[in-house]
């Protein structure tokens, strides 16, 4: 049984095609229906074909002793799987390229981070021997190393479909360079290569350097986060310098610093085909960009140039702009050098600028050593297009017919800048470029002005619907408020109940000296009296107010205007039981707080009732009753000397 399974692990790649695992099939299983395949739809074949694919996956799977994947059954005859993450190892992808091998319908294989190590990249290697339908393959993060590196170069060699090849974060060093370098010196068919996050240098460098030289297929290529520096980056310099196919390259995150800005400047002035050139994070400081602009002088072909969060001040940001403004066949339309802050000076430059090139999209950091200013509050573009066609009474199609001859209502970005540009609407270049991006938001290069057909119809719609919303918040927001309310008011009477309004006893009896008013107060303004267990009382807070005293028996006070006034308390908190009242004076329907031994300092409170209600203490009582009775009776005692008891 072992050396059965010996043999079935040796077979070759190759000779597991479809074919081959139909006809090693028994004769007698055949009906005679399969025999008929001249008269099956193509619909039954294909289905036929797809089944027996998956059969073969599922018995690789079984051979290699792997789990099958249930994304792939489930995508078979799709034009792209992607199995990103998915933790195949070498060993699933064995089983995967076996069943690949004769697979006709995926044309886009995506393998990123699936540990496949060189062993697995060996395994794709042989399948893509006889695979020709794949144009896209991704292995990045797989860990293939210089084994692994060695296995891909030699497929390039052979296979003649693939076009976007992605091999990013697999630990390829210095020397690994002449394996691609190599392969693709002939190879004018592979359209895209990704070799970020590796770790090429100074000979990596070389030999990438002498592969642009000699490519000729070659328009996308991402060399980021690698070790390109000074030697290194001076050498791939000069391979770009001759290349005459590339149209995007990725350098960001190199360290190329001033020597490798000084050497791209040099290729710039010879290279006439590179379009987008990303140069973030590469230590370029001011001197270097001095040095690159001498380049730009020269060339016509760029248009995007990225420069940010390099070391790079205002005075780098005008020599760019200045080159531009200077080159009037510069083909430059974006500059990013958005962490650069910038001054006024810069900012009129540029206007003037923008004026001779408008196309020219620059991004930076902020004006004057302060952040990025709030842009102005601008009007609609498409609105202010619409108004502009009401007041003259125009419409769409007369406005861009001159430039819209077939009346397809679709223009290229140029020409549709330039109209409103050359046109008298009052719109700036930031509106120009927002109702472009609204009218080209997949970025096709042709504006569908279409959309500005319904403008006035979508802009009153959304002016109701936005007064719909402020009306909705205005009245939940005067609901919340009148919960609120509501609230507070349900917890100030839960504090301050009804029954708190006490009227004093008597206050409908009419004394001697006139009727005493009625007097209906809630506790919250009582004044407070703090008690003692005894008879006695110790009287708080007095002042120098007027007070007024009932009328005792008919008669005024005899206490001289000399004696210590009194405060009276509208509901004092009285022990109804207090044995210290006086029974042989008159009463009153208020009540007395009598004054007596004043020389003593010694103060006796009296009800004159002997029937008053106990009433609710203070609600807040008063904090360090202690410290105020010292007080009270210092206060009291120096009363006392000054105004001595006749």
Same mark, same amino acid.
Request: with cysteine; charged share 25%; glycine share 6%.
């Given at each position: 049984?072992?050396?059965?399974?010996?043999?079935?692990?040796?077979?070759?790649?190759?000779?597991?095609?479809?074919?081959?695992?139909?006809?090693?099939?028994?004769?007698?299983?055949?009906?005679?229906?399969?025999?008929?395949?001249?008269?099956?739809?193509?619909?039954?074949?294909?289905?036929? &074909?797809?089944?027996?694919?998956?059969?073969?996956?599922?018995?690789?799977?079984?051979?290699?002793? @792997?789990?099958?994947?249930?994304?792939?059954?489930?995508?078979?005859?799709?034009?792209?799987?992607?199995?990103?993450?998915?933790?195949?190892?070498?060993?699933?992808? &064995?089983? *995967?390229?076996?069943?690949?091998?004769?697979?006709?319908?995926?044309?886009?294989?995506?393998?990123?981070?699936?540990? *496949?190590?060189?062993?697995?990249?060996?395994?794709?290697?042989?399948?893509?021997?006889?695979?020709?339908?794949?144009?896209?393959?991704?292995?990045?993060?797989?860990?293939?190393?210089?084994?692994?590196?060695?296995?891909?170069?030699?497929?390039?060699?052979?296979?003649?479909?693939?076009?976007?090849?992605?091999?990013?974060?697999?630990?390829?060093?210095?020397?690994?360079?002449?394996?691609?370098?190599?392969?693709?010196?002939?190879?004018?068919?592979?359209?895209?290569?990704?070799?970020?996050?590796?770790?090429?240098?100074?000979?990596?460098?070389?030999?990438?350097?002498?592969?642009?030289?000699?490519?000729?297929?070659?328009?996308?290529?991402?060399?980021?986060?690698?070790?390109?520096?000074?030697?290194?980056?001076?050498?791939?310099?000069?391979?770009?310098?001759?290349?005459?196919? +590339?149209?995007?390259?990725?350098?960001?995150?190199?360290?190329?610093?001033?020597?490798?800005?000084?050497?791209?400047?040099?290729?710039?002035?010879?290279?006439?085909?590179?379009?987008?050139?990303?140069?973030?994070?590469?230590?370029?400081?001011?001197? $270097?960009?001095?040095?690159?602009?001498? $380049?730009?002088?020269?060339?016509?072909? +760029?248009?995007?140039?990225?420069?940010?969060?390099?070391?790079?001040? @205002?005075?780098?940001?005008?020599?760019?702009?200045? @080159?531009?403004?200077?080159?009037?066949?510069?083909?430059?339309?974006?500059?990013?050098?958005?962490? @650069?802050?910038?001054?006024?000076?810069?900012?009129?430059?540029?206007?003037?600028?923008?004026?001779?090139?408008?196309?020219?999209?620059?991004?930076?950091?902020?004006?004057?050593?302060?952040?990025?200013?709030?842009?102005?509050?601008?009007?609609?573009?498409?609105?202010?297009?619409?108004?502009?066609?009401?007041?003259?009474?125009?419409?769409?199609?007369?406005?861009?017919?001159?430039?819209?001859?077939?009346?397809?209502?679709?223009?290229?970005?140029?020409?549709?800048?330039?109209?409103?540009?050359?046109?008298?609407?009052?719109?700036?270049?930031?509106?120009?470029?927002?109702?472009?991006?609204?009218?080209?938001?997949?970025?096709?290069?042709?504006?569908?002005?279409?959309?500005?057909?319904?403008?006035?119809?979508?802009?009153?719609?959304?002016?109701?619907?936005?007064?719909?919303?402020?009306?909705?918040?205005?009245?939940?927001?005067?609901?919340?408020?009148?919960?609120?309310?509501?609230?507070?008011?349900?917890?100030?009477?839960?504090?301050?109940?009804?029954?708190?309004?006490?009227?004093?006893?008597?206050?409908?009896?009419?004394?001697?000296?006139?009727?005493?008013?009625?007097?209906?107060?809630?506790?919250?303004?009582?004044?407070?009296?703090?008690?003692?267990?005894?008879?006695?009382?110790?009287?708080?807070?007095?002042?120098?107010?007027?007070?007024?005293?009932?009328?005792?028996?008919?008669?005024?006070?005899?206490?001289?205007?000399?004696?210590?006034?009194?405060?009276?308390?509208?509901?004092?908190?009285?022990?109804?039981?207090?044995?210290?009242?006086?029974?042989?004076?008159?009463?009153?329907? *208020?009540? *007395?707080?009598?004054?007596?031994?004043?020389?003593?300092?010694?103060?006796?409170?009296?009800?004159? $009732?002997?029937?008053?209600?106990?009433?609710?203490?203070?609600?807040?009582?008063?904090?360090?009753?202690?410290?105020?009775?010292?007080?009270?009776?210092?206060?009291?005692?120096? &009363?006392?000397?000054?105004?001595?008891?006749?």
């Amino acid at each position: 049984m072992q050396q059965v399974e010996m043999n079935q692990a040796c077979l070759s790649l190759d000779s597991l095609s479809l074919t081959d695992w139909d006809t090693s099939a028994p004769a007698t299983q055949l009906d005679d229906d399969e025999w008929d395949t001249d008269l099956e739809t193509e619909e039954v074949r294909k289905s036929k &074909k797809d089944m027996s694919i998956k059969e073969l996956y599922l018995e690789a799977c079984k051979l290699v002793d @792997v789990v099958p994947v249930s994304y792939f059954l489930r995508h078979l005859g799709s034009d792209r799987l992607n199995l990103t993450h998915h933790g195949l190892g070498p060993l699933g992808a &064995k089983s *995967l390229a076996i069943a690949l091998v004769t697979d006709m319908h995926i044309r886009t294989l995506e393998l990123a981070d699936n540990h *496949l190590l060189a062993e697995g990249a060996q395994y794709l290697v042989e399948m893509l021997r006889a695979n020709f339908t794949i144009q896209n393959l991704d292995l990045s993060k797989n860990h293939l190393q210089s084994a692994g590196a060695e296995c891909v170069a030699k497929v390039l060699l052979e296979n003649i479909s693939i076009k976007s090849l992605k091999l990013s974060g697999n630990g390829f060093i210095e020397d690994d360079g002449k394996y691609f370098s190599d392969a693709l010196a002939n190879n004018y068919r592979v359209k895209e290569l990704d070799l970020s996050h590796n770790q090429f240098g100074g000979r990596g460098g070389d030999h990438l350097g002498q592969m642009l030289a000699n490519n000729e297929g070659l328009e996308t290529l991402d060399l980021s986060w690698n070790h390109l520096r000074m030697k290194g980056a001076v050498a791939f310099c000069a391979g770009l310098k001759v290349n005459m196919t +590339l149209k995007y390259l990725d350098l960001s995150w190199n360290g190329f610093g001033n020597e490798g800005a000084l050497a791209l400047g040099e290729a710039l002035k010879f290279n006439n085909t590179l379009l987008h050139l990303n140069l973030n994070n590469n230590r370029i400081t001011n001197e $270097g960009v001095g040095m690159f602009c001498k $380049g730009l002088e020269a060339n016509e072909t +760029l248009r995007v140039l990225q420069l940010a969060y390099n070391s790079l001040t @205002v005075e780098g940001a005008l020599a760019l702009i200045h @080159v531009v403004k200077n080159t009037p066949k510069s083909g430059l339309e974006e500059i990013n050098i958005c962490n @650069v802050l910038v001054n006024e000076h810069f900012v009129q430059l540029l206007d003037l600028t923008c004026h001779e090139h408008p196309n020219l999209q620059v991004q930076y950091g902020g004006v004057g050593g302060f952040i990025a200013k709030k842009p102005p509050k601008r009007l609609d573009p498409m609105k202010v297009i619409q108004d502009y066609l009401d007041q003259r009474k125009l419409r769409l199609w007369d406005f861009f017919r001159n430039i819209d001859k077939d009346g397809t209502m679709r223009v290229p970005v140029s020409d549709f800048r330039k109209a409103v540009q050359q046109s008298s609407i009052p719109l700036d270049r930031f509106q120009i470029e927002e109702l472009i991006q609204r009218l080209d938001r997949e970025r096709t290069g042709m504006v569908d002005y279409r959309g500005l057909a319904d403008t006035r119809k979508q802009m009153m719609r959304d002016h109701r619907r936005q007064l719909r919303k402020v009306e909705s918040r205005q009245k939940k927001e005067k609901q919340k408020s009148e919960r609120i309310l509501k609230t507070f008011q349900s917890a100030v009477e839960a504090v301050t109940p009804h029954s708190s309004l006490v009227m004093s006893p008597g206050g409908a009896k009419d004394d001697s000296n006139g009727p005493q008013h009625f007097s209906a107060t809630p506790l919250s303004s009582w004044h407070h009296i703090v008690m003692s267990n005894s008879s006695r009382y110790s009287v708080t807070n007095l002042s120098s107010e007027h007070v007024h005293l009932p009328m005792i028996g008919g008669t005024t006070s005899q206490c001289s205007p000399s004696t210590l006034a009194m405060r009276s308390f509208s509901q004092p908190n009285l022990y109804a039981d207090s044995p210290h009242y006086t029974h042989g004076k008159p009463t009153s329907a *208020l009540g *007395l707080l009598s004054i007596s031994n004043v020389g003593k300092g010694t103060y006796k409170l009296s009800p004159t $009732g002997n029937h008053l209600t106990r009433s609710r203490p203070a609600l807040n009582k008063a904090k360090g009753t202690k410290g105020r009775k010292r007080k009270v009776k210092k206060h009291v005692e120096k &009363k006392a000397q000054t105004y001595p008891s006749k």
